[in-house]
């Protein structure tokens, strides 16, 4: 019984130093580092419709946007810290779609357009095979044409559903002014990109595709599983490689926003104020 508390005891003080060391070693190296205050942070939330369902059926009650929970509390996290977010959006959901959402709000969505934005995710939740580019324009415009109804802007830079898209689909997107797509967070294939190439974008942040003028920059840090005290962490170990640390591109979706989800976000918020990062549209 000594024996298991003496090795319990050494484990937390293992952790506790561990930690300590790298909230350190990270706090030096984004302090004194080279380059280290130009960082940029970029968050967005996938799967993004309730917002617009929420607004709808409140119409009659919300006078702001921001009467709504979820930008309520991406306004105060603003405010608060300058953060900026991207929300990439599903033209339908069930028995609703976007054609359904007033445009009574569309000024106020314009008016905070520099730090909040809406883009193309995919029409809907369903896991896509590998689409045509006829079929993606038809999809994107679609769902632009109600965003530019609704919010007044788009956002050019995007992440498809599941990572999934053709070089010509990708190419017909450039076309319609898409400048930058983001990667996947895992070891999936990214668009129609080879083994190679995906390599390349896991260990240098970001690649340009000559071929077609499209940006790519890798999804750093998914939220969705991330305990939320290890949030802090993730951070400064991203911060502290060289080859990623330019950019941090972190992400949810929006079916999983809750107060703990809220707490991971506001605790992303204060890395990027201790840590003297920018957040950014990838404008």
Known sequence: MKNNVKRALLFVIVGIVL?????????YYNMFGLGAKDGEIHFSVDDTIAVFQDLEENKAD?????????????????????????????????????????NRY????????????????????EEPDEI???????????LIKELLRITGSVDTTIRLSYFKGSYEAVSALKEQGVDCLLTADDDRQSYYFDSKVNKYIDLNDSYYDSS???NFVSTDLRLDNTRKIMVYPELIKISMDSNQNKIIAVFTHEWLMN?????????????????????????
């Open 259 to 283: 107060e703990n989800m809220y707490d991971k976000i506001e605790i992303m918020c204060k890395f990027a104020k201790n840590y003297h990062y920018s957040f950014t549209m990838l404008e």
């Open 19 to 27: 930690f300590i060391s790298i909230v350190g070693v990270g706090f």
């Open 106 to 125: 569309r000024d106020e969505f314009l008016d905070n357009s520099d730090w909040l934005r809406f883009g193309f995710h995919y029409k809907n939740g």
């Open 132 to 142: 045509s580019a006829e079929k993606i324009i038809a999809d994107y415009q679609q």
């Open 62 to 102: 919300y006078n702001s946007i921001f009467d709504n929970p979820m930008l309520n509390f991406f306004e105060r996290c603003h405010k608060k810290y300058g953060a900026k977010f991207s929300l990439y959006c599903y033209y339908e959901s069930e028995d609703f779609d976007l054609s359904m959402v007033t």
């Open 212 to 214: 077609n003028g499209m």
